[in-house]
């Protein structure tokens, strides 16, 4: 079971464990926004990429909330 909270923007928060491929890095927590539409993919803000050193592994083509269509850098993460 996944437990987070409602913020004031009325957001659903649940705080993940993301743990580096490198074992040598820390693992860190980032509070991520989910919605009712979850689909088994996370979106990770760009300063965490940065910050955890991750690599772009590929580039995917994906469909927003609204209907448009934009290609998305992936990176690999265990979380």
């Given at each position: 079971?996944?437990?987070g909270r409602i913020?004031?923007?009325w957001q659903a928060i649940?705080?993940?464990v993301v743990q580096?491929?490198?074992p040598t890095q820390p693992t860190v927590t980032i509070d991520f926004m989910i919605d009712t539409g979850f689909t088994g993919f996370l979106s990770i803000p760009a300063n965490w990429?940065?910050?955890l050193g991750l690599s772009?592994?590929?580039i995917q083509?994906?469909?927003t909330a609204d209907g448009r269509v934009g290609y998305f850098e992936t990176?690999?993460?265990t979380i």
């Open positions: 079971m996944i437990t913020d004031a923007d649940v705080p993940l580096h491929r490198d990429v940065d910050r772009v592994v590929d083509r994906g469909i990176v690999d993460v």
